[in-house]
């Protein structure tokens, strides 16, 4: 997995002890954990309506220990959403 400088650096700022720990995703994203906890609340609360049925189970995979193999929640959200859009056409 590779980090640019800037992105570490961001982390880096979070981290009150210098050691940080990341959740990565098969897009490419990583997050650290506390802003993964966090951007995870926004998909829960933002997509539990547009997918009911399938969120819950979306939900269950980001929450879940070990390797991540799906795309993070801001780009399922975003390929959620676009899908919906083209769907109303």
């Known amino acids: 997995m590779r980090v640019s400088g800037h992105e570490l650096t961001r982390l ?6 210098g050691d940080i720990e990341l959740v990565s995703f098969t ?8 802003e ?5 609340a ?3 609360h ?8 399938s969120a819950p189970f979306l939900i269950s ?6 390797l991540k ?7 399922v959200h975003t390929t959620i959403t ?8």
């Open 61 to 66: 995979k980001y929450r879940g220990n070990g």
């Open 27 to 34: 897009c490419g994203h990583c997050f650290s954990s506390k």
């Open 12 to 17: 880096q700022l979070e981290s009150h002890n």
């Open 36 to 40: 993964f906890d966090s951007t995870l």
């Open 69 to 75: 193999q799906l795309a993070c929640p801001d780009c």
């Open 46 to 53: 933002s997509t539990l309506s547009k997918v009911p049925i």
């Open 82 to 89: 676009k899908i919906m859009e083209f769907n109303k056409i």
């Open 42 to 44: 926004r998909f829960e």
